[in-house]
């Protein structure tokens, strides 16, 4: 009897079974890599997407039987290396996702083989420097001049050669610059006697889930983001304290951390979600970590549950604000010809173009969404090994850019927005949707 391909029932995603002593069994999962990679095997439709599946094609293709059984298991590790858990094998591509009685969640099982590496082995010195976030940022914001000494070194081509060979970290590799003047340092509180009025499913009231890119790298987004909300008449105030969202460290497979910060996060989301507050974040990653991730992986926290139902991408927010005539489209100024790349993180969202959508509100502007991954992954386009890697992944991005010259390249993922100006011919830097959105304000 023949298997159906595909289903016409959505996706749905089963939770991290994480603290289960099965999870952790090497038996168990190798059983089950070799399971799914012979569906992957068999289907190859994902060929285009992450490096995961070239390598798995090409171990099967080089093997003795040119199928999975002819895979040395010790090679099963290689393929989980180019995995950066972007998710769009799942969402985008395989049709025997659950509930399809194959029950294939790709990105999820390369999770569990990076939890069982960390856990037995740990993780080089670069990569838990990289995925340290917030650490890193204290340190470089934490004392005066610190910060420009930093940034001048992180474009100083001497340093970043000793850097690429005491850390592996590429030397070509845009890396964040630092602020001492943090948001949570310059925010202004003032939100000019604005009542939040409830439209649709949002409050009108909004906490602002800053993350450390936000904080640390990018402080002037987070003052586009108050002038946007504000002008549009929503209160929007910042989170009180944060510590980062632990994609980083879910993407190392170090679930514990991802554990620990969980327990330092949500506690004060939930206080806010009880106070009438709708949440938002400035980076897809982090919005996608309280919207799915941390659900699954703790999905009978009650809190946990109240933080995703309150979260949303900033844009999805203001879409659903415009779907009840509660959007300002009065604007000052047309932005022209937009390339906008949509992250891949807010492509799981399942919440539909809506960066674009409220971008093509502004008259005289023409937007056009490139829906390929940009290859960065916060680390992947970072790292010596991988660097070329994520080159290739970003080539179609920036061959679309490059041909369209447009007046601005945005993408609602900052760091994949300088990746792919930074590999352009046609555009000097890479604008926040949101701070295009006030610049068509005139704010």
Not at 27 to 45: K, M, P, T
Not at 243 to 258: F, N, T, W, Y
Not at 265 to 291: E, H, R
């Amino acid at each position: 009897m023949a298997v159906r391909e595909g289903s016409l029932e959505a996706p749905t995603r089963h939770p991290i079974e994480w603290q289960s002593d099965a999870f952790w069994d090497k038996d168990s999962l190798d059983a089950e890599l070799e399971r799914v990679y012979d569906i992957c095997h068999g289907c190859r439709r994902c060929v285009s997407l992450c490096d995961s599946f070239p390598t798995l094609f090409d171990l099967v293709d080089e093997s003795d039987t040119m199928e999975v059984d002819g895979v040395d298991k010790s090679d099963y590790g290689k393929v989980v290396d180019q995995c950066y858990l972007c998710d769009l094998c799942y969402m985008t591509k395989c049709p025997y996702v659950p509930p399809h009685e194959w029950n294939v969640d790709f990105p999820h099982l390369m999770l569990r083989a990076k939890a069982q590496r960390f856990r037995t082995q740990g993780a080089s010195f670069r990569d838990k420097v990289l995925t340290s976030t917030d650490a890193v940022s204290k340190a470089a914001t934490l004392i005066p001049l610190v910060d420009v000494t930093v940034n001048a070194l992180n474009v100083n081509d001497a340093f970043r050669n000793v850097l690429e060979s005491v850390l592996d970290v590429h030397h070509a590799a845009p890396v964040p610059s630092y602020h001492r003047n943090t948001l949570r340092k310059r925010f202004d509180p003032e939100n000019n006697g604005i009542e939040p009025k409830a439209v649709g499913e949002t409050t009108g009231k909004v906490a602002f889930y800053a993350t450390c890119y936000g904080n640390y790298n990018t402080p002037d987004l987070g003052d586009d983001f108050a002038r946007v909300f504000r002008h549009n008449g929503i209160q929007f105030d910042l989170v009180p304290k944060e510590a980062c969202c632990g994609m980083p460290k879910l993407e190392l497979g170090d679930l514990d951390s991802v554990a620990e910060l969980k327990e330092r996060n949500i506690p004060v989301l939930a206080a806010l979600v009880d106070q009438g507050y709708d949440l938002t974040a400035p980076i897809p990653s982090c919005v996608l970590m309280y919207k799915q991730e941390l659900p699954l992986m703790f999905p009978d926290d009650a809190d946990v549950l109240k933080v995703q139902r309150a979260f949303f991408d900033p844009f999805e927010y203001l879409y659903l604000r415009h779907r009840e005539g509660a959007f300002d489209t009065a604007f000052k100024q047309s932005l022209g010809n937009v390339s906008y790349q949509v992250a891949c993180h807010q492509r799981v969202q399942n919440i539909g173009l809506r960066t674009r959508d409220i971008l093509a509100l502004v008259p005289d502007t023409e937007v056009n969404a490139i829906e390929r991954c940009s290859g960065h992954d916060g680390t992947y386009a970072v790292r010596k090994e991988t660097r070329e890697k994520s080159l290739k992944i970003a080539r179609p991005v920036v061959r679309q850019v490059d041909k369209a010259e447009p007046q601005h390249f945005s993408s609602d993922c900052p760091m994949a927005g300088v990746h792919i100006a930074n590999l352009t011919d046609s555009v000097d830097a890479a604008e926040h949707p949101m701070t295009l959105l006030r610049q068509a304000y005139g704010l």
